[in-house]
């Protein structure tokens, strides 16, 4: 079982930045495909980005390439999500998943595809 705590969230202007953090404990992260997922009010939650387990590829939305960023460091066992040129539209709560994997290029863009998640940090990004 693996525990997962994201945080970094917060209240920014439209245009800041903001880098999200989701920090893994209790099993060993590298074996984990990661996921960030965002779910505003009223609406289903969607993927936001995938980076495989050893970090050699990684996967955006494609609306959001150019402004999101996702990496990882295993040693940390944390993977990360930069946010540059934020919008008032990307305020929401932002969740990470982990999905055990033995492949080192593998990621996972569904909902489903995900066996643990995070409890949420809020971002909210006003006009």
């Not at 953090?21 to 969607?46: D, H, L, V």
């Not at 996967?59 to 944390?78: C, V």
């Not at 990360?80 to 290029?105: I, W």
């Amino acid at each position: 079982q693996v525990q997962l705590v994201e945080s970094g969230g917060g209240l920014v202007q439209a245009g800041g930045s903001l880098r999200l953090s989701c920090t893994a404990s209790g099993r060993t992260f590298n074996m984990y495909a990661m996921g960030w997922f965002r779910q505003a009010p009223g609406k289903e939650r969607e993927f936001v980005a995938a980076i495989s387990r050893t970090g050699s590829r990684t996967y955006l939305l494609g609306s959001l390439r150019g402004r999101f960023t996702i990496s990882r460091d295993n040693a940390k066992s944390t993977v990360y999500l930069q946010m540059n040129s934020l919008k008032p539209e990307d305020t929401a709560v932002y969740y990470c998943g982990a999905r055990t994997t033995f492949s080192d290029t593998n990621l996972y863009t569904s909902n489903d595809e995900y066996e643990h998640w995070g409890q949420g940090t809020q971002v909210t990004v006003s006009s």
